[in-house]
Structures are given as structure tokens and as C-alpha cells.
């Protein structure tokens, strides 16, 4: 992850839940430094009521679009040409469009046409067009999961938040143990060994929405070692100040 890169961040305000915006805001940081930061709805609307009293705490840009047409949806068109001036603007190095909807499809795959970083944020309804025109799609209820765990710590009703956070994580499928096979057979040396990180980021542009949080670890090293289907070696590195992590198919 580049830190210094510059981002978009546009967001469809009528696919998006405002609860959200917490753990959005702290997931887009991680990826880069978020310079535009657009909101885009009929703010005339009892729908996103719950947007207008955090747009000043996240320093977020609300754009106005009327529907003109029952039945319509403006704002993708609206999200849609601003995206373009800001491509053509070349003031970003990547773009996050927040939007479960899979009108923005087309849109993902012109910016990364363009050799723009395309993040998609939304919820699982997400049709899969969209998500696979992304570099990356992260799943907000793992965001709000994630929170929830952590607080649970806090709590003394432990195990009831623990079991609503847990509505959100996916099972690690004979499926995902294959593609991390021939994923790790695409970059093995002789010895058939590979390195974590770059299995994890083949992974990334294979299943742009795959991300080990969806399966309840923090990392792939635990996904990974939580199978029993490959081994894991920690090496040092030549200043012997860091430990790099090393894969195998058993």
C-alpha cells in the first residue's frame, strides 16, 4: 500500500449507509491520502437526512443532484462526469467509489484503463460485474464487523456482539484453498516455496474483493496456517531485522 498517493473519494450517498462512514474513512487512509472527498445525493430527500449531520465532521463535499425522473437514478450520472474531470484533471493518483450499485462498472474499469488505482467500498449485495472492475473491493459490513469485535472486548455482553459480527464472515471454501494453491505454484521457486506478500497481492488482482478479514483473520498468514493445507516458514531478512514469511503446498 503507497500511503502518498493522492485519492478520489466519491460517494453515492443513496447505496450507501451513513453508519458507515467511521470505518470507511479509516479504510480509504490506508491506501492514501484522500484530496477529494464527494458526496453525491438529493439532499432534499428524508433518506439521507442521516448523511447531513457527519458531511462537517469528515470533511466531506455534498453535491446535490435532483432526481429529474421517477425511477432514475441522477447521481450515478453525476458521480460519473465528475469522476471524468477529475481524471482528466490528473490531480490523483487512484480513485474509491463507495456504491453498492453496479452502474459505476463501466466507470471502474475507464479509470483503471487510464492506470488509475480503482478502490470499490460497498455491501455485499454488490453485483460481481463491479467488483471484479476493481483493483480492490472491500465489504463494509467486514469494516463494521471488525468494530464490533473490538468493542466486544469492552463489553460484558461478549459473546452476543460476537455472534452479529460473525453474520458477515465467510467460510474459507475448498474453492479458496485451490486458487491459493495454483497461486502459490504461479510464483514458487524450485523448492516450491513463495513469498507471502507476493502470493497476497496475486490473490488481490485474481479476486479483487478477496481480503482475509472476510474469513475472520486479520491477516492471510493466519487464513493460510488455519487450513492445515500449507506450510509456513519465517525467514530473516539479509539486515536480520525483519521477518519475511515464506509459503508452501504441502
Known amino acids: 500500500m503507497n500511503k502518498d498517493k493522492n485519492l478520489a473519494v466519491l460517494i453515492d450517498a443513496d447505496n450507501i449507509p451513513s453508519g458507515y462512514i467511521k470505518e470507511m474513512m479509516e479504510e480509504i487512509a490506508k491506501y492514501g491520502n484522500p484530496t477529494v472527498k464527494r458526496i453525491y445525493g438529493d439532499w432534499t430527500k428524508p433518506q439521507v437526512t442521516k448523511w447531513k449531520n457527519i458531511l462537517l465532521e469528515n470533511a466531506l463535499n455534498p453535491i446535490q443532484q435532483y432526481g429529474y425522473t421517477t425511477g432514475k437514478n441522477s447521481t450515478d450520472s453525476a458521480m460519473i462526469i465528475d469522476a471524468m474531470d477529475i481524471l482528466y484533471s490528473d490531480k490523483v493518483d487512484g480513485f474509491c467509489i463507495a456504491s453498492s450499485d ?140 525483519l521477518k519475511l514469511i515464506y509459503v508452501k503446498n504441502k
Open 102 to 241: 453496479s452502474d459505476f462498472t463501466k466507470l471502474a474499469m475507464r479509470l483503471r484503463e487510464a492506470g488509475k488505482l480503482v478502490i470499490g467500498i460497498g455491501e455485499k449485495k454488490t453485483p460481481n460485474p463491479f467488483i471484479v472492475a476493481c483493483d480492490r473491493f472491500v465489504y463494509l459490513e467486514i469494516l463494521k464487523s471488525q468494530e464490533i469485535e473490538e468493542s466486544s472486548e469492552t463489553t460484558t455482553d461478549k459473546t452476543k456482539k460476537k455472534i452479529k459480527a460473525n453474520k458477515s464472515i465467510d467460510k474459507v471454501t475448498l474453492n479458496l484453498v485451490r486458487t491459493i494453491r495454483l497461486t502459490i505454484n504461479d510464483l514458487s521457486d524450485d523448492e516450491g516455496w513463495a513469498y507471502l506478500g507476493d502470493v497476497g497481492n496475486l490473490l488481490q488482482k485474481k479476486m479483487p474483493n478477496f481480503d482475509s478479514r472476510n474469513y475472520g483473520f486479520p491477516k492471510l498468514t493466519k487464513l493460510i496456517s488455519s487450513t492445515k493445507k500449507f506450510e509456513v516458514e519465517k525467514r530473516e531478512n539479509q539486515k536480520g531485522a
